[in-house]
């Protein structure tokens, strides 16, 4: 009898430590699933800040971090807000929050200088909201996408007051052609080192290609020449469109080679008139005379030809005139 009731003593005893621990292990379950929640909303962007590169920093951003209107340095533990992209010298507006007690921040290490200890930091935030300010994000500034042969500089965009820009941030799905006109707005306050040295960096904020209803007339056209049909038209390219404008005929061409400023393009007539039913046909040849130069690069440039000796009254008494360019399919048709 006695050994029972022992029995049931060390059983109950059994139990209750059972118990105790099933307990702790609810508790221990429940606080390691646990989600911390995140950080408040700082608002709506009310806070104004300068994007600072901070060598040695690491970050959210890596060695970018803000620079408070008051003064103080705020390293970002993270980045809630999305895309947006940070760079050295950029006017933000952003709202920040303190991070959760047991938060990991992202640290992007430094990569680009050599470092012995990290810099010091005012403040460790998290970034709900953040955007850039101090920049007109209208695309309603004309440019030109002009070529250019330099190492690693390809491309710069001439404002219509002559202004240069080296382009930071274009996307790839947008692809520049030289003589391209485009709407652009832009940020030429970015702490970026000069590639080209023939213009001024430039973040491009928006950037959109304008249609041209009419190709505005150069200072000069180069005249037409007469002679015979020619059997060589020199280097091989591919006419892509053309456009009559008062005297001008422009010509756009797409060729290779290693620079577009040897090309020797002429356009010639071989003299004959050919008189049609209404209407009288030209023929004429666009031939290139510059030297053969094999590289990989591709240009598209458009030329401008004065064809007023073709549009004079013929004499046959047709009211009509068309010009049948060699290789092109798509004559150019006039009016006397």
């Known amino acids: 009898m006695e050994r029972l009731k022992e029995i049931k003593l060390i059983t109950g005893s059994v139990k209750k430590v059972l118990f105790a621990y099933g307990v702790v292990a609810f508790v221990f379950f429940l606080h390691s699933c646990r989600q911390d929640p995140p950080p408040p909303s700082g608002g709506n962007c009310e806070q104004s800040g300068t994007i600072e590169l901070v060598p040695c920093a690491d970050g959210a951003w890596g060695n970018l971090w803000i620079r408070t209107a008051n003064g103080k340095l705020l390293k970002p533990c993270k980045v809630l807000a999305q895309g947006f992209t940070p760079s050295d010298g950029m006017k933000v507006m952003f709202s920040a929050a303190d991070p959760a007690a047991n938060a990991t921040c992202l640290e992007i290490p430094d990569n680009e200088h050599t470092c012995v200890r990290a810099p010091q930091y005012d403040m460790l935030k998290v970034i709900t ?9 209208i695309c309603n500034t004309l440019a030109t996408v002009k070529q250019v042969a330099l190492d690693g500089c390809k491309w710069i965009l001439v404002l219509d007051n002559g202004t240069k820009l080296e382009p930071y941030g274009i996307p ?46 150069p200072a000069s056209c180069t005249p037409v020449e007469t002679g015979d049909d020619p059997k060589d038209y ?34 010639v007539w071989d003299g004959k008139v050919n008189p049609g039913n209404a209407t009288d046909f030209y023929n004429v040849s666009l031939i290139d005379r510059g030297p053969n130069e ?15 000796k073709l549009l004079k009254q013929s004499g046959t008494g047709n009211k009509y005139g068309s010009i ?9 048709h006039f009016t006397y």
């Open 294 to 308: 094999v590289c990989e690069a591709y240009f598209t440039k458009t030329y401008s030809f004065d064809i007023s």
């Open 324 to 332: 049948k360019i060699a290789g092109y399919n798509e004559p150019v």
């Open 234 to 267: 020199g280097n091989f390219f591919t006419i892509q469109k053309t456009e009559l404008s008062g005297n001008c005929l422009y010509i756009t061409v797409g060729f290779s080679g290693c620079s577009d400023k040897n090309r020797k393009f002429a356009l």
């Open 129 to 137: 909201c953040i955007k850039p300010i101090g920049q007109n994000t």
């Open 172 to 217: 790839e799905t947008f692809v520049l052609e030289d003589g391209m006109r485009v709407s652009i707005a832009y940020d030429d306050h970015i702490k970026v080192a000069s590639i080209c040295m023939v213009g001024k960096p430039a973040r491009i904020l928006c950037i959109q290609r304008v249609r041209m209803c009419g190709t505005p007339p």
